[in-house]
């Protein structure tokens, strides 16, 4: 078994206040959980209003399989609404 972290960065362009950033980051990781079968994590400052840093994690038989779900998910996020896509990095554990 392998796992896999995907390290994303995030600029949200609507959100006003910390309780706006959390509905939103909830409902990404509800949709990313259900479609994905992974977890996620919010991994930078939570008071920092215009910035979001996830932390996805994956577990897969191979290497490939768990780069191909996260490389998935970046390419899910990265036409997110609301949200634009700053930077990707993708670690093997």
Known sequence: MIVS???LDL???????VR?????LKGMGHKLRRHFNVSIAEAGD?????????????????????REVLERVG?????YPNA??????????
Request: glycine share 4%.
């Open 75 to 79: 390419a899910v996020l990265a036409v």
């Open 11 to 17: 600029r949200l362009l609507a959100c006003r206040s």
């Open 5 to 7: 972290l995907l390290r």
């Open 20 to 24: 706006q950033k959390r509905r939103l």
């Open 46 to 66: 939570e008071n920092d209003l215009l910035g979001l840093s996830l932390a996805v994690v994956t577990v897969g038989r191979t290497r490939r399989e768990a």
């Open 84 to 93: 634009e896509l700053m930077t990707q990095k993708i670690i093997d554990l």
